[in-house]
């Protein structure tokens, strides 16, 4: 089977999986971004693997510590975005990368800080950007998945159509240092698709799905436009990691696209960009 036929056949089942996750129910919402933080998380663990010092054990130990760290802080998330618990024990997230400090105490690294910094940066890319999708979901407690399905459409299309832009009409770089084969001429066609996909929503989405949150144009076109900025700027991101560390791809789980974190980088930007904006203009 060609590289481009799986490719095609895992984007359609990665773009069923997500929609399906959404859409069907808050908890499958839940149990699919449970998934996609620990593998996420499990994939950043394995990169950071070699500049971490210590025993291998210790090294196995730290990715499990953090796979749990980042499900609590999900779930945090998610009931106080329920209004299950009062917002104020969001708080406690805050301590989870400090206590990698007091973990690192009992450890027998010669690079403690080192170790820290990794860590906890980990739960800081990752965890908390992708559970504050929560807060795109409910509206006095009732789930709405309008804002966080139109996001992921709208950075796929930025991703997807920035391709096509850019093998057809790129001539200018974008960020020669950390990601040569984007170019201007991509991402200014990305993101003006993006907003075009903005538009799709704002006649789409009351007709698919009736019950949703009446949302005027401006709003559509202004979350499109966000979400396709925020989105590049996290997939540079990654790639000025990757760069750093001298590696292709974050992992392998998904034939013809790598790691989950290649395909989520996007979103660990686009996600709480969004969600900040629709809380502050009080669209939920």
Not at 30 to 42: E, H, N, P
Not at 228 to 257: F, V
Request: hydrophobic share 50%; glycine share 8%.
């Amino acid at each position: 089977m060609s590289n481009l036929l799986v490719r095609i056949i895992t984007g359609i089942i990665f773009v069923l999986v997500m929609v399906g996750g959404v859409v069907w129910s808050q908890y499958s919402f839940l149990a699919l971004f449970a998934l996609i933080i620990a593998v996420s998380i499990r994939e950043y663990q394995n990169i950071i693997d070699l500049k971490l010092s210590g025993e291998r054990s210790w090294k196995r130990a730290s990715k499990y510590i953090n796979v749990c760290f980042g499900l609590v802080i999900l779930g945090l998330f998610f009931l106080a975005a329920k209004q299950d618990i009062p917002q104020e024990y969001l708080l406690v997230t805050v301590m989870f990368p400090s206590a990698w400090f007091i973990i690192q105490m009992y450890g027998n690294s010669d690079r403690p800080f080192i170790n820290v910094a990794f860590n906890a940066s980990a739960l800081i890319f990752v965890a908390v950007p992708l559970s504050t999708a929560c807060f795109m979901l409910f509206k006095e407690g009732i789930y709405q998945h309008q804002f966080l399905l139109a996001v992921l459409f709208f950075a796929w299309a930025n991703d997807s159509l920035a391709y096509v832009f850019g093998r057809l009409f790129g001539k200018h770089q974008l960020s020669p240092k950390y990601s040569p084969k984007k170019t201007i001429e991509g991402t200014v066609g990305g993101a003006v698709s993006s907003v075009g996909f903005g538009y799709l929503a704002y006649i789409l989405i009351p007709l698919v799905f009736p019950s949703s949150i009446p949302v005027s144009l401006f709003h559509w076109l202004v979350l499109a436009g966000i979400t396709a900025i925020m989105s590049n700027y996290g997939d540079l991101a990654e790639s000025m990691m990757k760069r750093n560390l001298n590696i292709k791809d974050s992992g392998s789980s998904l034939p013809g696209h790598g790691g989950f974190l290649d395909r989520f980088d996007g979103l660990l930007f686009a996600v709480p960009a969004s969600c900040i904006y629709v809380n502050l203009v009080g669209l939920l």
